[in-house]
C-alpha cells in the first residue's frame, strides 16, 4: 500500500479519531464490502476496502460492530436525486420521523432558518445527530438565532462518493451532539483525470425545476496530490397553484360509514368549498364586541347577490342585522352564507411550497509529503447559498363606526371614513397581502490543515498520528417584508384624523387609512399605503466553529488472538454566535411576527479520548472470531459542566457467515448555544390553543377532561383566581417569551443499546442483517410551548406549588392567558425503541449482475416525558409512521445499468386524538354529521432509469415517481395540510409529481 493510500485512509478513520489496523486478522481477511450500488464497492479487496464510519478497521455493513449504512451518490443519481438532503433524508434511519426540508423551513420557525435542510436520525433531532466531512466535524451553518446543526445546503451532492450513517451513539468517539448517530459524508477522490457532468430534474407539470453542472478534477504528482470540485446548483420555486392538490384546502369529510364527501359546497363553483384565508370581508361587533349577525363581504364579482340569503323578515330579528353599504353584503353565519364567503385569494397561488434557491460551491483537498514519513494536507469548502420564498398575509384592525363616534362625539366627530356602515358599533376589517417574501444569502467557508504521518523506530514504531485543525464560519442575511406594528395601530379606533403626526417606533409619517375600502381589501394597495404600512429589514448570523484535533495509536502488544491497539487523542474547540436581527424585530415593531434581541455568545469545549481494541478468540468452536472494543471520553465545556462517556462493542462470528454484534454506550450533549443564549423572542398564541381550562362544563360531562383538570382551573387559589366552569376563552392572544437557559441548563445525558445478528453465507451473494436499538435520552434540552406550560400546570400532582405554574399569568378580571415565559428548560425524558433490517443480494452471470437491497425500519417507541406525569406519544400518528423502508434492484449488463427503486411509508392514524365520548371520530358541519379523515395508508414511490456508458461518457435517464404518486389526504381539522395534502416531509417527491431526469457525464 502506498504511504498516500494508506496516510488518506487514516483521515477517513471515525471522527479523525485515529486509523488502526488493529483488529485480528480474521477482520483483516480479504472481504468484500457490501456490493451496495457500485461495482469497485463490491469488488473491494483488502487493500482498497472501504472504512466504515464508527470503525477503526476497513469493515462493511455486514462485519461492522455498530450498525452502519452506506448510501452511494450513484444510488442517489439512479434515484434522480442531484440533492444531499434528499439523499439522506429519505433514508430509512431518517424517513420515520419529520425532517428539516426546505419546504418545512420556509412554511414554519426552524433552526437554521427559512431554506435550511437538516438531518435528524431516530427524529431525536438535528440537534442530537452529528454530521461529519471526511471524518471531521463540521460546523453549523443557516440564519436567526437558532443556528446549531449542519446545514445539508453547505455541500453537494456532486462531491460526494458516498455517505456513511452511524445508526448507534458514539460520544466516546465524536463528542457532543453524537446521541442517536453520526452522518460521516465523505468527498470524491478524483487522483488522476476528472470529470464535468450536467443534471437536469423537470416534473411534468412544471414548477420545481432543478439544474445542476458540476465538474472535478484531481492530479497525483511524486509527493503529493490535489482535488478540486466545483458545483453550481439551481431549484425552481414549486408554488402552491402548480398542483390543483397543493391549494383549496376543503373541510374533507365524509359521510359517516361512506366515501361520499360531505363538505359545505360553493355555489358559486359547485365544487367543496376552499376554507384557506378569508379575504374581503368586514366583521361586525356590538357594543363591548359582543358579536353581531353576520359581516360583510364585498361582491368583487358581481354575482354574490343571488347566493346570499334574503334578510329575516321577523322585524325583531331584523333589528339586529346591519344594512350592509353599497357592494356589500351581509353575509351571516348561517349555512348558506358560508358556503359563498371568499377563503382562496389568488395570492395563495403564488405562495411557495418549495422555494426557490441558487447555490454554488468549490472544495478542494490535497496533500504534500515533507519528508521523513510526515504529511501535510488540507481541505477548503465554499459555500453560498441564495434562498427566497414568497408567500401572503392577513391584518386586520378595529375601528369605531359613524354611529359611535356620532353617539359619543356628536355628528361628524372625528371626520370618520366610514360613515357607509350603520347600525353598528365597532367592526373589523381583515385585508390581505402579498407583502411577505423571505430572502437568505448565507456564505459557508470551512478551512482543514494538519499533518500525518508514521513513526519509525522505538516503542512506538509502526504507530501513526494525526493533529489537524480546522474552522468554519457561516456568515448569513436574512431579508425579510415586515408590516409595521406602529403603523397598524395608529389605526385602531380613531377618533380623528393622525395627519402631521409621526409614528412612535418607525417614525413615519402618519396616514388615514380606510381599511375597509374593497380595492385595500383584496391587497390592492396604494403606493402610498404600502410606503406607510410595510417595510423591509435584514438581520444577520455569524456562526463560527474552531478546534484543534490531534491523535496517536497503534499495536501495543500481541496477544493469541491478535494484536492489541490502542488510540489516544484531544480535542479543544470554541463555538461561537451573534446573531442581530433586523431593526424592525429588535424594536419588536414587525406586526404578528416574534419580536428579538440579539443572540450573542461563546461555548468552550475540552475532551480527552481513548480507544481500544481487543482480539478475544479466534478459531475456536463457535468462536471463530470475537473482538470487543473499548472507548472511553471527558469532555469539559465551560458553561454545561463536564462528564464521561464510554462505549463497549462485542463482535462474534461463531462460523463462517453467522455473527452477533452489540453495542453499549453512553452520550452526551452540551445545550446549543441558542438554547442557551437565545435572547427573548416574542410571539402570539391564540387562547384556544394553548388553554386547556375552555368550556369545563361541557368537557367535564363528555368525558373529554379529567376531573383532576376541572378542579385544577377551577381552583381560586390557581393562577388568576381560576377560571368558571363556562369560561370559554379570552378575547386577544398571549405573548409568548422564548429565551435561552444560560446558568439553568444542564448537559443532556443518554445511554444507547444495539444488539444485532448478521448472516452472511460463504459465496452465497447474500448478506442479511437485523439490528434491534434502544435510545434513552436523560436532561433534554427543549422548551415546551405555552400549551405545553399551561397543560404541565394543570396536570400537575403540585398544582399549587409547581414552579411551572408560575412561568404564565393569568388575567384574573377577564380570565384570558395575557403571558407565557417559554425558555428553555431540562425535560425528563425521551425514549427510542426499533428494529433496522437490512439485506443484500448479487449474483453474476456471464451476461450481466444482479443486485438486490434492500433496508427497512420499525420504530417500537417513541416518546417524550416532559414531566414525570406527562408524556407525548407521537408514534404511528401522521408524520411519524411505525414503518418506512425501500427496495432496490440494479442490473448491469455491458454498458447498460438498469435500475428500479421503490421507497413506501407505512400506514399512519390521528384518530385516537378525535375520539368523542361516543368513540367516533365526527364533526358536525351545519348541523350535519359528517366523519374526519384521520387515516393515511402506506404511500411508496417507484423511480426507474437506465445508464449506458461509452468511452469517456456516461448518459443516464429516468423517471422519479413513476406514477404520480399523490401525498396522502387528510382532513385539515386533523393535520397540517397544503390543500388537502399532508405537509409532512416524507412526502416531499409526491409534491413534485411525476419526474424526469437526465444526467450527462464525461471523464477525462
Known amino acids: 500500500m502506498s504511504s498516500r493510500l494508506r496516510l488518506k485512509q487514516t483521515t477517513s478513520l471515525v471522527g479523525g479519531v485515529i486509523a488502526l489496523a488493529l483488529a485480528a486478522p480474521a477482520f483483516a481477511q480479504n472481504q468484500p464490502a457490501p456490493a451496495q450500488d457500485e461495482e469497485e464497492i463490491a469488488q473491494a479487496t483488502e487493500v482498497d476496502a472501504i472504512i466504515i464510519t464508527g470503525s477503526r478497521i476497513p469493515q462493511n455493513e455486514f462485519t461492522s460492530t455498530s450498525p452502519v449504512q452506506v448510501i452511494t451518490t450513484d444510488r442517489a443519481e439512479r434515484r434522480g436525486l442531484a440533492d444531499t438532503a434528499q439523499l439522506l433524508q429519505s433514508s430509512t434511519v431518517a424517513a420515520g420521523a419529520p425532517q428539516v426540508t426546505a419546504a418545512i423551513s420556509s412554511a414554519f420557525v426552524t433552526d437554521g432558518g427559512p431554506g435550511a435542510e437538516t438531518i435528524s436520525l431516530r427524529g431525536l433531532g438535528a440537534n442530537r445527530t452529528l454530521v461529519l466531512l471526511n471524518g471531521r466535524r463540521a460546523g453549523p451553518a443557516g440564519t436567526r438565532g437558532g443556528v446549531s446543526a449542519f446545514d445539508l445546503n453547505v455541500i453537494p451532492q456532486s462531491a460526494l462518493s458516498r455517505v456513511d450513517i452511524l445508526k448507534d451513539g458514539a460520544s466516546s468517539i465524536y463528542g457532543s451532539d453524537a446521541v442517536a448517530g453520526v452522518v460521516n459524508l465523505i468527498t470524491n477522490d478524483n487522483p488522476d483525470g476528472g470529470e464535468m457532468g450536467v443534471f437536469v430534474s423537470a416534473p411534468f407539470e412544471g414548477g420545481g425545476e432543478q439544474y445542476n453542472i458540476s465538474g472535478a478534477f484531481g492530479r497525483t504528482f511524486d509527493r503529493g496530490y490535489f482535488n478540486i470540485a466545483g458545483d453550481i446548483f439551481s431549484r425552481e420555486a414549486l408554488r402552491a397553484g402548480d398542483r390543483d392538490y397543493l391549494n383549496c384546502r376543503n373541510q374533507y369529510v365524509f359521510e359517516p360509514g361512506t366515501r361520499n364527501r360531505a363538505d359545505r359546497i360553493d355555489p358559486r363553483t359547485g365544487q367543496p368549498q376552499c376554507t384557506d384565508v378569508a379575504w374581503g370581508q368586514v366583521y361586525v361587533y356590538g357594543p363591548d364586541f359582543s358579536g353581531r349577525a353576520g359581516r360583510f363581504q364585498f361582491d368583487y364579482d358581481g354575482d354574490l347577490g343571488q347566493y346570499i340569503p334574503p334578510m329575516p323578515s321577523n322585524p325583531a330579528v331584523a333589528a339586529t342585522y346591519p344594512d350592509a353599504p353599497p357592494g356589500f353584503f351581509l353575509v351571516n353565519y348561517d349555512p348558506a352564507s358560508r358556503a359563498v364567503t371568499n377563503n382562496l385569494h389568488p395570492f395563495a397561488l403564488n405562495e411557495t411550497i418549495i422555494p426557490e434557491v441558487d447555490r454554488y460551491t468549490v472544495f478542494a483537498d490535497g496533500a504534500y509529503d ?167 429589514e435584514t438581520g444577520n448570523t455569524l456562526y463560527e466553529q474552531t478546534y484543534i484535533e490531534g491523535f496517536i495509536g497503534g499495536e501495543v502488544m500481541e496477544l493469541p488472538a491478535g494484536p492489541l491497539g490502542l488510540a489516544l487523542g484531544f480535542h479543544l474547540r470554541k463555538d461561537e454566535i451573534d446573531d442581530v436581527p433586523g431593526e424592525v424585530t429588535l424594536a419588536d415593531n414587525s406586526w404578528g411576527l416574534s419580536g428579538a434581541g440579539i443572540t450573542r455568545g461563546t461555548e468552550e469545549t475540552r475532551e480527552a479520548f481513548a480507544e481500544i ?105 390557581g393562577p388568576g383566581g381560576g377560571v368558571a366552569g363556562d369560561f370559554t376563552g379570552g378575547v386577544v392572544t398571549a405573548e409568548v417569551f422564548t429565551g435561552g437557559g444560560l446558568g439553568v441548563l444542564e448537559a443532556e445525558t443518554s445511554e444507547a443499546t444495539v444488539i444485532g445478528l448478521v448472516f452472511t453465507p460463504p459465496n452465497s451473494g447474500l448478506s442479511l442483517a437485523i439490528d434491534y436499538f434502544e435510545i434513552e435520552i436523560e436532561n433534554e434540552v427543549t422548551n415546551l410551548g405555552a400549551g405545553g406550560i399551561l397543560l404541565a400546570c394543570y396536570t400537575s400532582e403540585n398544582f399549587l406549588t409547581d414552579p411551572i405554574c408560575n412561568q404564565f399569568d393569568r388575567d384574573p378580571v377577564n380570565n384570558g392567558i395575557i403571558e407565557v415565559r417559554d425558555s428553555f428548560i431540562n425535560i425528563a425524558d425521551q425514549a427510542n425503541r426499533g428494529m433496522d433490517f437490512t439485506a443484500q443480494y448479487r449474483h453474476d452471470w456471464d451476461w450481466g449482475t444482479l443486485t438486490l437491497d434492500t433496508q427497512a425500519t420499525l420504530t ?53 386524538d378525535f375520539f368523542d365520548a361516543n368513540g367516533t371520530v365526527n364533526q358536525v358541519i351545519d348541523g350535519r354529521e359528517t366523519e374526519l379523515e384521520t387515516e393515511v395508508g402506506m404511500v411508496g414511490f417507484h423511480s426507474v432509469s437506465l445508464q449506458y456508458e461509452w468511452d469517456d461518457w456516461r448518459i443516464l435517464g429516468g423517471i422519479a415517481n413513476l406514477f404520480d404518486e399523490r401525498p396522502p389526504q387528510a382532513s385539515s381539522l386533523v393535520t397540517g395540510t397544503l390543500g388537502n395534502s399532508v405537509f409532512e416531509s416524507q412526502y416531499t417527491e409526491a409534491f413534485y409529481g411525476r419526474r424526469g431526469f437526465v444526467r450527462i457525464s464525461r471523464a477525462f
Open 370 to 536: 515533507l519528508g521523513g514519513g510526515v504529511e501535510a494536507y488540507a481541505e477548503v469548502l465554499l459555500n453560498r447559498r441564495e434562498s427566497r420564498t414568497d408567500s401572503y398575509r392577513q391584518f386586520w384592525n378595529y375601528t369605531y363606526t359613524a354611529d359611535f363616534l356620532d353617539f359619543y362625539y356628536g355628528p361628524g366627530a372625528g371626520g370618520d371614513p366610514l360613515t357607509g356602515f350603520t347600525g353598528l358599533n365597532y367592526l373589523s376589517a381583515t385585508p390581505i397581502t402579498d407583502h411577505f417574501s423571505q430572502e437568505q444569502v448565507v456564505d459557508y467557508g470551512r478551512i482543514v490543515a494538519g499533518l500525518r504521518g508514521d513513526i519509525t523506530g522505538g516503542f512506538l514504531d509502526g504507530w501513526q498520528w494525526d493533529v489537524f485543525a480546522q474552522y468554519s464560519r457561516s456568515d448569513g442575511d436574512y431579508t425579510s417584508d415586515v408590516i409595521l406594528d406602529d403603523a397598524v395601530a395608529s389605526t385602531n379606533f380613531k377618533t380623528s384624523s393622525c395627519v402631521g403626526t409621526n409614528l412612535p417606533v418607525s417614525g413615519r409619517p402618519c396616514i388615514d387609512v380606510d381599511f375597509t375600502d374593497p380595492d385595500f381589501l383584496a391587497g390592492n394597495l396604494t403606493a402610498e399605503e404600502r410606503a406607510f404600512l410595510f417595510d423591509t
Open 613 to 717: 481494541a481487543v482480539p478475544l478468540v479466534r478459531d475456536l468452536p463457535f468462536a471463530r472470531d470475537v473482538s470487543l472494543s473499548l472507548s472511553g471520553r471527558y469532555t469539559d465545556t465551560k458553561t454545561s459542566g463536564d462528564a464521561t462517556t464510554y462505549k463497549i462493542g462485542l463482535n462474534w462470528e461463531f462460523i463462517d457467515g453467522f455473527r452477533l454484534r452489540a453495542t453499549h454506550g453512553t452520550s452526551f450533549r452540551a445545550p446549543a448555544l441558542f438554547e442557551l443564549y437565545l435572547a427573548d423572542q416574542t410571539s402570539f398564541a391564540g387562547q384556544r390553543n394553548i388553554d386547556p381550562c375552555l368550556n369545563l362544563d361541557t368537557r367535564l360531562a363528555d368525558g373529554s377532561v379529567s376531573q383532576e383538570v376541572y378542579a385544577n382551573c377551577t381552583n381560586p387559589a
Open 860 to 912: 417500537l417507541e417513541n416518546n417524550t416525558s416532559l414531566f414525570a406525569n406527562l408524556t407525548v406519544e407521537p408514534l404511528g400518528e401522521i408524520g411519524n409512521p411505525e414503518w418506512v423502508g425501500n427496495v432496490n434492484a440494479t442490473f448491469q449488463t455491458g454498458p447498460w445499468t438498469a435500475f428500479w427503486g421503490f421507497d413506501w411509508i407505512g400506514e399512519q392514524s390521528n384518530r385516537l
